[in-house]
């Protein structure tokens, strides 16, 4: 899996960055943190070429270093995945503001943080003369608020000294919405940016993406499972999620069935979700693939919404799907059988698969042979003269299988 994700890391490196920077990031892949005179030793590289490679990698977030007595910088590859994503993105912010913030966006993924007033002046200038774009700075100006209002963009980590150090340390500050000047904006245009006072730097919000896409994910699963209306209620748990529960909270706070009804209510297009929002709830509930439970029935009931029960119901969807195309439905049956019991025999596996013991074995082998399923060795004293037999255990690890499909999804699609 190393090996995998070490190629990705590389190639993705040298796509957007150059073979400098993939040859100082696989240095820091392979080897962990180390020193810029490490790097040199190791790479081959002058100081300088060295020194520029970790400039760009800290920029867009791909390193990080550790302010101890000798500096070491460490690369982090997670961060290096998300390059795949930048085209998802872009989409998000078109189907969602428009072009204008598709422009942002895309801008600001480019430079990895930047003023609003050099991210702005920047984006006019370069399609001033693009009659289809139609840019006027009031309209990007507002666009640019919009996108900080719902964090989409938040204010870069500003660089500060601690007492007898002088290597600086990345504090994260609190995003306040800009108040931009349309005028002050335009007079920008017609001068030297590099004189411009605003000091306030802005990158993307990746995990604000990444809330949007969990939500798609969440609603679309609802809708393909009951209907466009258990979808539509589906989205609007998720919405008072928000208002009093952490984003990536495991469960949601209890959603009261009362707030439920109202926010239903405002929703004019869906008169059958009104009428029968009742029915719905325990519909969503009692068929919606645990992604809800019920939380007592004060009020007619409160609902919690179990984002990390949904994420692991949908990786065991796809893990069953991916199972039986390339193994077949029994090698499906098995696998279902040994993630259910989390950890089992291979005696057990032949007794509850309903299949001959000669089959059921070659195909739990395959499933074996196929990393689809781990095996731990344990060792049993049996009673009988306490002697120690070996027996292994079949299950299945969920996260390893997560991360694999990441890889081989990124091996694929560069």
Not at 14 to 38: P, W, Y
Not at 235 to 263: C, D, F, I, K
Not at 288 to 298: E, I, K, L, P, W
Not at 301 to 316: H, K, N, Y
């Amino acid at each position: 899996m190393s090996h995998q994700l070490g190629r990705v890391v590389s190639q993705l490196l040298l796509r957007h960055f150059g073979e400098i920077v993939q040859k100082v990031g696989n240095d820091l892949f392979t080897c962990g943190s180390k020193s810029i005179a490490m790097i040199m030793r190791s790479t081959e590289l002058p100081r300088s070429q060295v020194i520029e490679s970790l400039r760009t990698l800290l920029k867009f977030d791909l390193a990080t270093f550790e302010a101890e007595v000798t500096v070491e910088y460490k690369l982090n590859p997670e961060n290096v995945l998300l390059l795949i994503r930048y085209p998802r993105y872009l989409l998000q912010m078109k189907s969602k503001y428009g072009s204008e913030a598709e422009m942002i966006v895309e801008e600001l993924l480019q430079q990895a943080s930047c003023t609003a007033t050099v991210l702005l002046v920047t984006i006019m200038k370069k399609y001033k003369d693009d009659k289809e774009k139609n840019l006027n700075m009031v309209n990007l100006k507002d666009t640019f608020i919009s996108l900080a209002t719902a964090g989409y963009i938040q204010q870069a980590p500003v660089a500060e000294l601690k007492d007898g150090s002088e290597i600086p340390t990345l504090v994260p500050v609190a995003t306040i919405v800009p108040d931009l000047d349309a005028r002050e904006l335009l007079q920008a245009m017609s001068s030297n940016l590099a004189d411009c006072k605003d000091n306030t730097y802005w990158k993307v919000n990746y995990e604000r993406f990444h809330l949007d896409f969990r939500d798609d994910v969440m609603i679309k699963a609802i809708t393909r499972r009951i209907d466009d209306n258990a979808g539509e209620l589906m989205r609007l748990m998720l919405e008072q999620m928000y208002l009093t529960s952490s984003a990536w909270a495991v469960e949601s706070s209890p959603v009261p069935a009362s707030e439920l009804r109202e926010g239903v209510k405002r929703m004019t297009d869906r008169p059958l979700l009104t009428q029968h929002i009742d029915q719905y709830l325990r519909v969503l509930e009692e068929n919606g693939a645990s992604f809800v439970r019920r939380s007592g029935d004060a009020g007619g009931g409160q609902f919690v919404v179990r984002s990390a029960r949904a994420a692991e119901q949908l990786l065991e969807a796809l893990l069953d799907h991916t199972v039986t195309e390339r193994l077949g439905s029994k090698a499906a049956r098995i696998f279902r059988l040994i993630r259910s019991k989390k950890y089992i025999e291979e005696e057990d596996i032949q007794k509850n698969a309903m299949l001959p013991n000669k089959e059921c074995k070659e195909l739990t082998y395959k499933l074996l042979e196929e990393h689809f399923i781990s095996v731990q060795p344990m060792k049993k004293t049996t009673y009988a003269g306490g002697t120690v037999k070996a027996i292994y255990l079949y299950h299945v690890k969920l996260f390893d299988h997560l991360i694999g499909f990441v890889v081989k999804y990124a091996i694929n699609n560069i």
